[in-house]
């Protein structure tokens, strides 16, 4: 690498440190080239900083505060239960240094240079860099493009003051007594249920006819019974129309069923979509193409329409997961290196973090079913699970689905405890083309929640154990 006053030569320049940018440098960097990255606010991206972590911080927190709340019934007599907020958000954060902590790390030992500035593309193989102090060129061989997204804000409802997003929700200086929620989509009810737990009114609208709108009902139904245990009102089909701040509360007008109304919260949380931050690098000047969305248009390694120039994660079509984002940058850094690498999404698992969690990956059975398969299926309740029982996780299932024509799994949903680890071998399952018998036949340890898929595959066949067939 030779650095002059004005410019610098790099292989690789990665716009992005989040799991998409991080996990690029550093394949780049282990396949020998010299690698910059470059982000105009902290290592590791929305995901590290304000979003992922942080948001299941603050989730696990309020997990541990209802058990000791409830702690009876399991013969746990607790005294005066309090929540020393200032601490859970010094906890939180404290995970958040660390994490940023070991990807800086990781950068150090693989070579890889970052910095900490605001970058836009001088054309087709140079960016300028601007920091507080001054302004860097550097010229590339190639570069990834993995800026991000940020939340979708609504023109009649700004943030600022009393309208929060995500990122402002998971620093709030009290609990608040009452919050609403717009968007019942997985942020806004992963947010919504964690200040539900500890013990704010929260009220959820969502335009849809149910929350969760990306998943099967027969998975969000559990998660709706859970947050009406918890005392929030879910509000479907509602169309949040205007606010009204002052300086204690916050009023929104909404419409449903052609009826308007009003709620009144300290808070209002606006969780209905997010952004790609494509809008301030300079792409249209050097030709390289988005939709209307302002998605980028890649290839299946994630090159754009300048052979040059890669783009991965939130910036590019498909859903907006962090898993997904670093999948795609191993595949852009090993195209960069010459490797025949290309993308599959065969089965990328999705997971809401609520009460009860929710998992899926590949085809539900709905899905299936639309594109002509001959499907069938299994279903197992964690109620009849032993280790369910004994953890007080007595709610939810697990589905698979498979073809059967070739016996193949092709898709699983969860809801219950631990979905989002019992999943991954479920999309292992499927990535290496097993039969649901493949998982009947194997033998999954006892007692753990693990044997609730094996149950599932074994109904499936028509020879449950641990089920009547009528």
Avoid at 53 to 76: D, F, N, T, V
Avoid at 184 to 207: H, R, S, W
Avoid at 268 to 286: H, M
Avoid at 327 to 342: D, T
């Amino acid at each position: 690498m030779v650095v002059g006053t004005i410019t610098v030569d790099v292989d690789v320049l990665v716009i992005g440190s989040g799991p998409g940018g991080y996990v690029a440098a550093i394949r780049a960097a282990q396949l020998g080239k010299s690698v910059v990255v470059v982000d105009k606010a902290e290592i590791g991206g929305v995901c590290l900083n304000r979003g992922c972590i942080p948001s299941k911080a603050l989730i696990s927190a309020a997990h541990r505060y209802e058990s000791a709340l409830q702690g009876s019934e399991y013969g746990i007599n607790v005294g005066d239960v309090k929540v020393d907020w200032a601490k859970v958000q010094e906890w939180k954060n404290g995970i958040v240094k660390k994490q940023n902590g070991g990807v800086s790390s990781l950068f150090k030992g693989n070579k890889v240079q970052f910095v900490s500035g605001e970058a836009f593309f001088v054309n087709e193989s140079v960016v300028s860099v601007a920091t507080e102090s001054d302004s860097t060129q550097y010229k590339f061989n190639h570069c990834i493009i993995a800026t991000g997204s940020r939340p979708v804000e609504l023109k009649a409802f700004p943030f600022g003051k009393r309208i929060l997003s995500s990122t402002e929700a998971l620093s709030l200086p009290e609990i608040p007594k009452s919050m609403i929620v717009i968007g019942g989509g997985y942020i806004g009810i992963e947010l919504g249920q964690t200040y539900a737990k500890f013990g704010t009114k929260v009220t959820v609208l969502e335009g849809s006819d149910t929350i969760l709108p990306g998943f099967e009902k027969e998975l969000s139904r559990y998660v709706g019974r859970s947050l009406k245990k918890s005392n929030v009102d879910v509000v479907t089909e509602a169309l949040a129309k205007e606010a009204k701040q002052t300086d204690s509360d916050v009023t929104v007008t909404y419409t449903v069923g052609g009826e308007e109304k009003q709620v009144t919260a300290e808070y209002v949380l606006v969780t209905v979509g997010r952004r790609p931050n494509t809008d301030e690098l300079g792409l249209s000047a050097i030709g390289v193409k988005t939709n209307d969305r302002g998605l980028i248009e890649v290839d299946s390694q994630g090159r754009t329409s300048v052979p040059a120039i890669f783009a991965i994660g939130d910036v590019v079509p498909g859903p907006a997961l962090a898993h997904k984002a670093s999948y795609e940058a191993k595949v852009a850094a090993e195209a960069i290196a010459g490797q025949p690498s290309a993308v599959d999404y065969k089965a990328i698992p999705a997971v809401v973090f609520s009460e009860p969690e929710i998992a899926s990956v590949g085809l539900s059975e709905t899905e299936a079913k639309e594109k002509g398969v001959n499907v069938f299926s299994g279903r197992f309740s964690y109620g009849a699970n032993g280790r369910a029982q004994s953890i007080g996780a007595n709610e939810g299932f697990v589905k698979l689905v498979g073809d059967k024509d070739t016996g193949l799994l092709i898709g699983a949903q969860i809801v219950g405890a631990e979905a989002s680890n019992l999943i991954a071998e479920l999309g292992l399952a499927i990535e290496m083309g097993a039969t649901v018998e493949d998982i009947s036949l194997t033998i999954h340890a006892h007692p753990t929640l693990g044997e609730i898929v094996m149950d599932a595959s074994e109904g499936a066949l028509g020879h449950p154990i641990h089920m009547v067939v009528k």
